[in-house]
């Protein structure tokens, strides 16, 4: 390398620094120690443009460790994202582009939202698959539409999380070989030496996963860095690890391979010792050099041609192949609304009773069949959560181009991988599990709604109804769980109508995933249930005039609320079915009042899932048939029973008013 790259580096650490200790806030730690390999990818490595950054073939990155934004900030300044040195200044204030934590959707070139350790890492494995998946549909001979890398940093923290081992066991498995991890290996986390709580080897675990590994002994080699990544790229059928040994602080010598260089400004004395050091002015701050700018110009030039070959290419390949340009839109530019408003069949269903799961999955394999991009999978239970999409193939190392994702029975993984393929681009995919489990999938899930990626999750078993595999697989708190998260439908439909508008809203959703919370029994198809469900909560079942009294229900008891219904002689009765709350309070108040008009104060919440989240609806005066304890192991009917969701105890509720 030249002399100028050496001086970038410097730079990219000085403003790291800087930019830290501006905001008296922030970990200094990691950009130091990691600046070197960081600069070579962006300026050596990467497929990457500023001026193209929904570049569908782009290199990928994601910094798996998000508490060291500084360093990534940084290269996006300099590799013209739109950040300019004022958002460095902003670094962790109010509405700047620089938050704590890189954000997607937030600050331009940032490709995903990483903060929890390890979620960058599974994520990327996501990237990787959907890199792989649109290979094996777009390329042809000549035309590699689709062969770029997916790069990701992470540190021993990254590792230490069992997310990581998941997605990296199934990358493995899965020969990812366009997947290249850099392993910022400083054997310092926050509370000392790595030695207290690990200090298993940990490529020969990564080659035990079936990874192909390189070791980088001195992580401020540009060269030696450079050459790892080029060997990495060179290997076919397996994805890439490349352990690269940094010192925590690289260039401050008070904090340089001390914890205390982790988390905290290094001061104002250390960052010109570090800058002393660096060869870099003392009295500067947020500085470049004109010929850094310069020298970064010329790489981006690369990249401007590399971008525009590609796209000459992409632009003959429609030509020669002009039956993929059909496709391309049906990935790429596709109105799933119209589509869907455009299909009578995908409305059309038998009036037998029937499991909402087993709806669902005719449902499911109707969306196959109208969105060739349509692909996903389940946590080792897609017999039992009926998410198999008949006659699209199984992906695997062998056939890239199935549609069917088996992810092992590794929850948290799963759905991280899911955000990774929403991430990347031209895919619609769901990723399945019972309902109970949705506890594993909870930390991703949240960075889904926190990215806006309308990722669908199919949680099926969604309640006592489950039976026999008793209180641990009976969800009671899940509902509530995932109702209390910002920007999250949760969605449990009564019948076969219900379903197909749960799927309607998850597929037609632009910025908000979808939980489909489907039952394990059968349910029979209600006359009053319509497309009024696609505004979360409505009226299934009236009476003349003002009710007496208000039932409201989710899922499998809004039919027990119209049978309980029928039994009241004396007073006037409304059925409400309510299978999303988040939409339902998304309406103008004049139809929310038109539902649950606000005189009516009689009122009972019928749901076999905790309380807590009706509360707003049942008011001061209401009543709950609720569980609101574990539930037991026995088939569902008596368990039903058991904790009152019967007819004649509802009926009981109702004449108390």
Request: with cysteine; net charge negative.
């Amino acid at each position: 390398m030249e002399n100028i790259d050496r001086k970038v580096v410097s730079t990219i650490r000085g403003l790291c620094a800087d930019t830290v200790q501006k905001a008296n806030s922030g970990h200094p730690g990691l950009p130091l120690g990691s600046a070197t390999m960081a600069y070579v990818l962006f300026g050596k490595v990467m497929k990457h443009c500023g001026n193209h950054q929904d570049w569908y073939n782009r290199d990928r990155f994601i910094l798996s460790g998000g508490h060291g934004s500084s360093l990534l900030y940084s290269l996006l300044h300099l590799y013209g994202y739109g950040l300019d040195i004022d958002d460095l200044k902003q670094f962790r204030q109010l509405d700047s582009k620089t938050p704590g934590h890189p954000e997607y959707g937030h600050t331009a070139g940032v490709e995903a939202t990483t903060g929890p350790l390890g979620a960058g890492m599974a994520m990327a494995v996501g990237m990787a698959i959907a890199q792989s998946h649109l290979a094996s549909i777009f390329n042809k001979p000549e035309y590699p539409i689709f062969d770029n890398y997916t790069y990701v940093l992470g540190g021993d923290g990254c590792l230490m999380e069992g997310i990581s081992s998941e997605a990296f066991s199934l990358a493995g498995t899965l020969k990812l070989d366009k997947l290249i991890v850099l392993y910022d290996s400083n054997n310092i986390s926050i509370e000392g030496n790595t030695d207290i709580a690990f200090q298993e080897n940990v490529c020969k675990r990564l080659e035990a996963f079936g990874f192909k590994t390189f070791v980088v002994e001195d992580g401020d080699n540009l060269d030696e860095i450079l050459s790892a990544i080029k060997q990495a790229k060179a290997v076919i059928g397996k994805p890439s690890f490349i352990e690269i040994k940094t010192k925590i602080g690289k260039g401050c010598p008070a904090k340089e391979g001390s914890a205390s260089a982790h988390g905290e400004p290094l001061g104002i004395e250390n960052v010109k010792a570090l800058k002393e050091n660096l060869g870099l002015d003392i009295e500067k701050v947020f500085n470049v050099d004109q010929d850094v700018y310069d020298y970064i110009d010329k790489q981006k030039e690369r990249s401007e041609c590399i971008y525009k070959i590609w796209k000459d290419m992409l632009d003959d390949y429609m030509v020669s192949y002009p039956e993929m340009k059909k496709l391309w839109k049906q990935y790429f530019d596709v109105n799933y609304q119209e589509v869907l408003d455009n299909n009578e069949g995908f409305w059309e269903f038998d009036k037998k009773p029937n499991a909402t799961r087993n709806l669902s999955g005719i449902t499911m394999n109707k969306l196959k069949d109208l969105f060739p991009n349509f692909m996903g999978g389940s946590a080792d239970l897609a017999p039992s959560t009926k998410t198999y999409l008949s006659g699209a193939g199984d992906f695997s190392s062998e056939n890239y181009a199935g549609r069917n994702m088996h992810y092992g029975v590794r929850e948290l993984a799963m759905t991280a991988i899911g955000n990774g393929i929403m991430l990347y681009g031209g895919l619609k995919t769901f990723v399945s599990t019972f309902f109970v489990f949705s506890d594993y999938v909870k930390p991703m899930a949240r960075l889904s709604s926190l990215m806006n990626l309308p990722l669908t999750y199919v949680l099926t078993h969604d309640s006592i109804g489950v039976g026999e595999d008793g209180p641990t697989h009976e969800p009671i708190e899940q509902l509530t769980m995932l109702r209390a998260m910002p920007n999250f439908n949760v969605y449990r439909p009564c019948d076969a109508m219900e379903t197909n508008v749960g799927w309607y809203l998850a597929m037609t959703s632009q910025k908000t995933p979808t939980a489909l919370v489907l039952s394990r029994q059968n349910l029979p198809q209600l006359p009053g249930s319509s497309k009024d469900a696609l505004k979360g909560g409505y009226i299934i079942d009236d009476c003349e005039g003002t009710p007496d009294v208000i039932l409201m229900a989710s899922g499998s008891e809004v039919s027990l609320a119209i049978e309980a219904k029928k039994q009241v002689i004396n007073k006037k009765i409304r059925v409400v079915s309510m299978p999303c709350m988040d939409i339902f309070k998304q309406q103008d108040s004049q139809y929310i009042q038109e539902v649950l008009p606000l005189e009516v104060e009689n009122r009972i919440a019928i749901e076999a899932g905790s309380r807590l989240s009706w509360g707003e609806f049942v008011g001061l005066k209401g009543q709950y048939l609720t569980m609101d304890c574990f539930g037991a192991s026995a088939p569902a009917n008596l368990l039903f029973e058991r904790f009152g969701f019967t007819v004649e105890n509802l009926v009981n509720m109702i004449n108390q008013f």
